[in-house]
Structure formats: structure tokens, C-alpha cells
């Protein structure tokens, strides 16, 4: 399919605060082992806010102007001439991060881990991301929709697999209580996910009221308004742990997905001694009760991307398992696309995923 004369409309983060759409160069040619992509839909997430409102996450820092976007849907409009496991017309969740599958991390099954990737990663800087229509990925790093999968939910396929990789990290298992500090679309995903393997007790926190009550309407079994004026993080997991009984030991594990400083504090204070905390959210490098976790041996766990968790997500949406339809709340034109983060960083009542459309 000829796309040589299309329109490319990109979201470009030029660097902190400049985000401009403007027109991107059209893949020029196809490897053997890769798929030309028309986007469908792609999700905001708090790294692209982070990013845009930061210039830099964790290790990733804006250099240059790159195209925003790792949370693609995509159609495949054309193939290379070795790949096997997909044809044109199909519909697809696109893994972002493409590892070397060759060094130390990848052949030891850690391919998260793998320094090519960082490189290769759609999204994050310097590789550009899926917030354009035409893009070429990886057919391995591909991953064909079921029919009864849309390809909105298709999007929220990767914020999913982040969250199986984080419930798989820290073993939630049947029967354990756990604590997910944030209810944005990772943390209401995360209670989800742990619910679906087997958690007895989910709980959420977060500042936003509204996020927590589609986490409760989701079937949380308890939320905690945060209010950061009055926060104390030791009085918090008292009132945590009283609240949720348990002899007022504290959760089994606490899964941290807001990236401030102060939820890590509450994540290692009410997590029960023998506990594990998944650190999710990034941005807080910050000061953290560490001699508590090492007394108490709360083990803290690094929770990168996505390691092989795309086929599980898949699995929990298609089988109906899990329901992330709700998550949706917004849908923009990619047109609009500076519009829709806008209103993201807002933080107004009622906003949880932010689907770009093309
Ligand atoms: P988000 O910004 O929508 O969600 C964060 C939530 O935390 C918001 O609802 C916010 O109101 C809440 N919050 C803020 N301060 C709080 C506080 N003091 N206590 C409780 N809640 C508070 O972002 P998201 O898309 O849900 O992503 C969550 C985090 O996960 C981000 O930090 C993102 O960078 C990170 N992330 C990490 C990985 C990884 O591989 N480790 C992958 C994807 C996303
Ligand atoms: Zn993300």
C-alpha cells in the first residue's frame, strides 16, 4: 500500500512545555521482520505528562524533538517479507520496547532490562513514539487482537501488561491484602490485575475523589482519600491498618503507582513487616523510610515495563476476566491531542484514560 503522499500528523514534545503537532517524515522503507502500522488509538499516561511537564523520566531525558506515544492500537497495512505471525488488516497492540534479544538481560528471559531498549523504546526520548499515523514496529513485538477486543481497549493493552508485570514482581497471589497507592489508570488497573490473581483485599488511595469512586464502583473494597495538607505517613497507615482490620499488621503488599514521594512513605509504613512494596510510579527520588524497611525486612521491588506480559493482558480482556472499558473516559482526535493533555494534567473530576484517535 502506497503511503508516500499521506498525511503524518505527529505530537511533537520539542522539549519541557513545548508540545506541537506537527507533520513527521513517513516510514521510508520496511525490514524483512517489521509491519507498517496505521494508528488507531494510543493512550496518555502519566510518564508522557511527566515528560511533558518535566522534560525527563527516570533515565529518559528530552534532547531533541521526538514523537510522543507508547500505548498504540494499530492496524497493519503492509508487511516485510519475513514475517509469519501477522497480515494486512489485522488489528494490534504494539509493545513499545524492542530488546536486542541478544545480551546478558534478554537471553537470561530479563529482555525489560536490556540497554537496547532503552534506546528502541516508542515514546521515550530518543526513540519516537506512535503518536503519528504511519509508523513502522517490530513484528514479534506485535500483538494480533482478538475479535471481541476492541482496538480502544487494544490501547490500554500496554498499561495492562505494565501492571501484570508489577502483580507478577511481587507474587500477588490468593488470599493477600494489598494496598495500591494511586487510582489513575495504572493504579485502578493494578487492583484489577491483583484481584484477577487472586487477591482477597484490594485497596486504593489516591487525592482524586472521583478516580476513587470508579475504583470503589470497580469493586475495591476500600479507598482512602488522601488530603496532602493534612498527610502524615505514619498516621495514615495506622488509620490504613485499623481500617482494614487484619489484626493491624498491615497489607501483604503495597503496590506503589503515583510516583510522590510521600505515597512511597505511606506504601513501606503500611506494608506488614515480611511485606513487599512494588515500586511502580516513577518521579519520586526522593527520601524514603529505608532503615524501617530494612528492620522490618519490607522488600522493596523495581517494577520495569513489561517483560512478556502482553499474551496474559490479552488473555484477562478477551476471556472478560477484566473489564478496562470503564477506564475510558475520554477520546480525542489526534487534531486535539494538545487539548487532551491539557485536560490530563488537569486533573478534573471524572478523567481517567485519554485515548489520541487518528
Ligand atoms: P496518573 O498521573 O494518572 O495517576 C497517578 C495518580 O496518583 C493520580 O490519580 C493522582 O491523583 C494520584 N496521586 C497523586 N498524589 C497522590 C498522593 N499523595 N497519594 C495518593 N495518590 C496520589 O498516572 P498513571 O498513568 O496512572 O501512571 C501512574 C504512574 O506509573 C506514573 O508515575 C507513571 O510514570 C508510572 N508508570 C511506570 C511504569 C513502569 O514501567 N514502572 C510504566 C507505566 C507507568
Ligand atoms: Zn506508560
Redesign the pocket.
Known sequence: KNIQNKDNLALVLHQKDVLKLEQWPLPQQLAPNECLLQAHSCGI???D??LWKKGF?ADFVVKKPFVLGHEPSAVVIGVGSEVTNLKVGDRVAVEPALPCLKCQFCRSGRYNLCPVSNLHSHGLPPADGCLRRYYTHRSDFCYKLPENVSCEEGALVE?LA?VVHACRRVRVGIGQNVLV???????IMCFLVAKAFGASKVYL????ES?LKMAKQLGADGVFV?N?KT?NDKEMAKTIRSAIGANSLGVDIAIE????E??VC?AIHVTKSGGKVGI????ADCKIPLSSAAMREVDLIG???IKDDYELAIQLITSGKLNVKPLITHTFNIKDSVKAFDL?KS?TEGVVKVLIQH
Open positions: 499516561c502519566g510518564t505528562v511527566t523520566v498499561a505494565v497507592c494511586g487510582a489513575g489508570p495504572v493504579g488511595t489516591d487525592i482524586n478516580r488522601i496532602p498527610f503507582c503515583t510516583g510522590v510521600s505515597s505511606l511502580v510510579g516513577l518521579g517494577v520495569c515495563r490530563l486533573g
